[in-house]
């Protein structure tokens, strides 16, 4: 979903994935750069296709270890957003490579209801479309938190309070 609003937002999009299968995924999802981060360095593949700058703006769902390689990727003066953990909550990276570059790290939840509204437009237009994987019963929250702690999702999940 991030890699179609990133686009509608007018953004060249670099995602990384751990598997070709997903690799497929993110590309039909429209990203640009697709890295494979089993098999590729993640930084010198985002220097390399920016220039040697690194990106403007990271997204970090990961958090974990991953989140030293996100402020890494960002180029001086870019925005690291952390907004998941699925890697862990415990995170650990080299202070001087966030401050002396000037870069911003920022935390997010959700977003607004302006920004809820902006995404439902755009659904309704056909320019982001939900990218559905599979659909569980509210009761199967833990199992669907598996799947995404596993890597084993492409697109979304989404618990059905009134299923069994």
Excluded: C, Y
């Excluded at 989140?67 to 890697?87: D, H, M, P, T």
């Amino acid at each position: 979903m991030l890699i179609q609003v990133a686009k509608v937002l007018g953004a060249k999009v670099a995602t990384t994935v751990r598997d070709d299968a997903k690799g497929e995924f993110a590309e039909q999802a429209g990203a640009d750069l697709v890295i494979n981060a089993r098999t590729e360095d993640i930084l010198e593949r985002v220097k390399e296709w920016t220039g040697g700058h690194g990106a403007d703006v990271v997204i970090d769902n990961l958090a974990g270890k991953v989140l030293a390689k996100s402020i890494e990727a960002a180029k001086a003066q870019g925005v690291v957003v952390a907004f998941g953990f699925a890697a862990g909550p415990e995170v650990s990276f080299d202070i001087r490579s966030l401050f002396f570059a000037q870069k911003q790290l920022k935390g997010s939840m959700a977003s607004d209801i302006e920004d809820l509204e902006w995404g439902l437009a755009e659904v309704k237009t056909g320019k982001i479309k939900p990218l559905l994987d599979r659909a569980l019963p509210l009761n199967k929250a833990a199992e669907a938190h598996r799947l995404i702690a596993d890597s084993e999702v492409k697109g979304n999940i989404v618990l059905l309070p009134w299923a069994d």
